[in-house]
C-alpha cells in the first residue's frame, strides 16, 4: 500500500490513514522544507527562464535556420502553448500520483527536449522540441507548487512562495542576459543545452531530498474529455491570432478558429458541470479574489511576455546591439525584478496583497507606455529607466499571484490551483506574443507602403512588399545585395522608423492591457486556505 502524508488535520475517532512516522517524512535532509525549496528551485528556474531566454536568441535562430516571422513567433508560443494546455492536467497528475514523481518526470523530460533542440537543425524540429519542453515542463510548475505546500509549515509557507515567487520572476526576467553571453560567445545551441547539467542537477537532488506528498483524497479518475475540450479551445484561439495576420482578420478561416474557441470553452463549461472528477471544479470561481488573481496573471503576462517579444529586436536589429549588450541593457529589469520580488514579498506580508498587486500594475502601464515613446536613437539612460520600473513593477504580481489564487484554493485543489495559476500566465504570454504580433504586423503592413514612397524609394511590386513588410515586422531592412549606400540608408531609415511605429503602438496596447489590471487587481484579497494543511510535522 502507498503511504500518502495527510494535509489535513485528523480528529479524534478519525479512521482515515494517518501520516507517515517522522522518521519516514525527514530523514536527514529528505523531506527538508528548506532543502525541498532549493530542489524545487532549480527544476523552476530552468522553466522560467527557457521562456525568455529563447528571446534573445530568436534573432540567431532566424538567421541560421532562414525562419520567417511567423515561424519565429511558434518557437515561443509553441512552448507557451504547450505548458498552457497542460498545466492543469500536470497538477490533477500531481495530486494523483504524486507530486514528487510528476517532478521527476519533468525535470527528465524537460532536459531530454532542450538537448533535442541544440541538436535540430531545421526550424520545424526547434519547434517541434520546443512542444515537448512545455510538456514537461508542465510537470514541474504544479508540482513544486505542491511540494512546498505540504512540507513548509503554515507559518513558513508565505515565506517560501515568496522566494519560488522570486526565482520565477528573476528567472523570466534573466533569460535575456544568459541568453546573450550563450549566443554571442559560443551559439544559439548552447541556450537549450545549459539546461541539460540544470536538469541532472535537478534529478539528483530530487532523488536525495523530495519526499512524496499526497492529499488524502486524491482524485481518482480523469476528466479526458474536459482536457481535450479546453485544449482544443485553446490552441484554436491562439492558432487563430498567430494566423490572422496572414489570413486577414476579416478572413473567414480567422472567425472559423475563433467561434471553435468559443464553442470549446462553452462546452467545457458545460462538462465540467456534469462530471464526477472535473478537471476544473467551476465551484473555484466562486471566489472572485482567485478569479481575479487568474485574470490578473493573463493580463500581466500578456503585457510583459508581448512587450518583451519586440523589445530584443529592437535593441539587435535597430540599435545594432550584439546579443550580450542587449541582455546587459535588460539588466535593469533583471535587477529590479530580483530586488523588488522579496520586498514585495514583505509588503504583502503586511498589507495584503490588493495594494502591492495594483501599485504593481500601475508601474507597468507606466513603464509600457514609457517603451512606446522609444525611438531609434533612444540613449541608455532612458531605456534603462523604464526597464527599471517594468521590473519594480512585475515583482509584486510574479510573488502575489500565488498567494491569491493558490491561498484561496480548497486544499485538496491545491494542485489543480497551481495549475491554473501558472497556466494563467502562460496562457498570458502565448496570448500576448500573439495579439501584440498581429498589432506590430498590422501596423507594419499599413505604413510600409506610404513610408517607402515618401523617402522616394522604387516602387515594389506586391510580392517585394510582402517580404520587405515580413523583414521590417522584426526591424530588419529589406536591403538587397549591391544596393547603392545612399538607397541603402533611405531603406534602412524606412526600416527602422517603420518598425518603432509598430512597437509603440503595440506597447501603448500592452500599456492600456495593464491599466486595466489595476482595476482587477483591487479585487485580490489574502487567501483564505493560505495556512490550511502546511507541513504536518516537519523539521
Same mark, same amino acid.
Request: with cysteine; hydrophobic share 55%.
Given at each position: ?48 527562464l527557457d521562456g525568455t531566454i529563447v528571446a534573445i536568441a530568436n534573432p540567431a535562430i532566424q538567421q541560421d535556420l532562414g525562419a520567417t516571422f511567423a515561424e519565429v513567433q511558434w518557437i515561443t508560443n509553441g512552448y507557451f502553448l504547450a505548458l498552457a494546455v497542460s498545466l492543469i492536467t500536470a497538477g490533477k497528475l500531481g495530486d494523483r500520483f504524486g507530486h514528487r514523481q510528476t517532478f521527476l518526470i519533468g ?320 496562457? !498570458?504570454? &502565448? *496570448?500576448?506574443?500573439? @495579439?501584440?504580433?498581429? #498589432?506590430? %504586423?498590422?501596423? =507594419?503592413?499599413? +505604413? /510600409? ?52 511605429? !509598430?512597437? &509603440? *503602438?503595440?506597447?501603448? @496596447?500592452?500599456?492600456? #492591457?495593464? %491599466?486595466?489590471? =489595476?482595476?482587477? +487587481? /483591487? ?17
Open positions: 500500500m502507498t503511504s500518502q502524508t495527510t494535509l489535513d488535520k485528523t480528529g479524534p475517532g478519525d479512521d482515515r490513514p494517518a501520516a507517515p512516522s517522522e522518521g519516514a517524512r525527514a530523514s536527514g535532509l529528505r523531506g527538508h522544507p528548506w532543502f525541498t525549496l532549493i530542489t524545487v528551485a532549480v527544476g523552476v528556474m530552468m522553466v522560467a525535470v527528465v523530460g524537460f532536459a531530454a527536449a532542450s538537448g533535442a533542440i541544440g541538436l535540430s537543425d531545421s526550424i520545424a524540429f526547434v519547434v517541434t522540441f520546443r512542444v515537448l519542453q512545455g510538456l514537461f515542463g508542465a510537470l514541474l510548475m504544479p508540482a513544486a507548487l505542491g511540494l512546498l505546500r505540504a512540507t513548509f509549515p503554515a507559518e513558513k509557507l508565505n515565506m517560501a512562495i515568496g522566494i519560488w515567487g522570486m526565482v520565477i520572476g528573476a528567472s523570466t526576467a534573466g533569460g535575456p542576459i544568459l541568453g546573450g553571453v550563450l549566443v554571442e560567445h559560443v551559439n544559439w545551441q548552447s541556450v537549450f543545452f545549459i539546461n541539460v547539467p540544470v536538469g541532472v542537477l535537478a534529478l539528483v537532488l530530487g532523488i536525495l531530498i523530495l519526499l512524496d506528498h499526497r492529499a488524502e483524497n486524491a482524485p481518482r479518475s480523469f476528466d479526458i474529455l474536459g482536457i481535450a475540450l479546453l485544449s482544443a479551445a485553446m490552441f484554436c484561439l491562439v492558432w487563430a491570432l498567430i494566423k490572422a495576420p496572414a489570413w486577414g482578420w476579416g478572413d473567414g478561416q480567422t472567425w472559423t478558429f475563433i467561434a471553435a474557441s468559443v464553442l470549446g470553452f462553452a462546452l467545457f463549461a458545460f462538462w465540467e458541470t456534469k462530471v464526477k472528477e472535473p478537471l476544473i471544479p467551476l465551484g473555484l470561481f466562486r471566489s472572485v479574489a482567485l478569479s481575479a488573481g487568474v485574470v490578473l496573471m493573463v493580463l500581466m503576462a500578456i503585457a510583459f511576455m508581448g512587450g518583451l517579444f519586440f523589445v530584443t529586436f529592437y535593441l539587435q536589429n535597430v540599435h545594432g546591439m550584439s546579443p550580450i549588450d542587449a541582455g546587459l541593457h535588460l539588466l535593469p529589469l533583471t535587477g529590479m525584478m530580483i530586488v523588488g520580488s522579496p520586498l514585495a514579498g514583505v509588503m504583502i506580508t503586511k498589507l495584503g496583497p490588493r495594494i502591492p498587486l495594483a501599485g504593481g500594475m500601475a508601474a507597468t502601464a507606466i513603464a509600457m507606455y514609457g517603451m512606446s515613446t522609444l525611438e531609434t536613437d533612444t540613449g541608455s539612460a532612458v531605456m534603462s529607466l523604464w526597464f527599471a520600473l517594468l521590473g519594480l513593477g512585475l515583482a509584486p504580481v510574479m510573488v502575489g499571484a500565488t498567494e491569491v489564487i493558490v491561498g484561496n484554493a480548497p486544499l485538496e485543489l491545491s494542485g489543480v490551483a497551481g495549475g491554473l495559476q501558472q497556466a494563467a500566465m502562460q496562457i !498570458g504570454g &502565448s *496570448l500576448g506574443t500573439a @495579439v501584440l504580433g498581429a #498589432v506590430m %504586423a498590422s501596423k =507594419v503592413d499599413s +505604413a /510600409l507602403a506610404g513610408n517607402w514612397k515618401d523617402a522616394g524609394l522604387p516602387p515594389l511590386t506586391a510580392a517585394q512588399e510582402a517580404q520587405a513588410s515580413e523583414a521590417v515586422q522584426v526591424g530588419m531592412p529589406p536591403v538587397a545585395k549591391g544596393t547603392p549606400e545612399a538607397i541603402a540608408a533611405k531603406i534602412t531609415d524606412v526600416a527602422h522608423d517603420t518598425f518603432i511605429s !509598430g512597437m &509603440s *503602438l503595440a506597447s501603448l @496596447v500592452a500599456a492600456g #492591457v495593464a %491599466a486595466i489590471a =489595476v482595476f482587477v +487587481a /483591487l479585487l485580490t484579497k489574502r487567501g483564505e486556505n493560505a495556512e490550511a494543511g502546511a507541513g504536518v510535522g516537519h523539521v
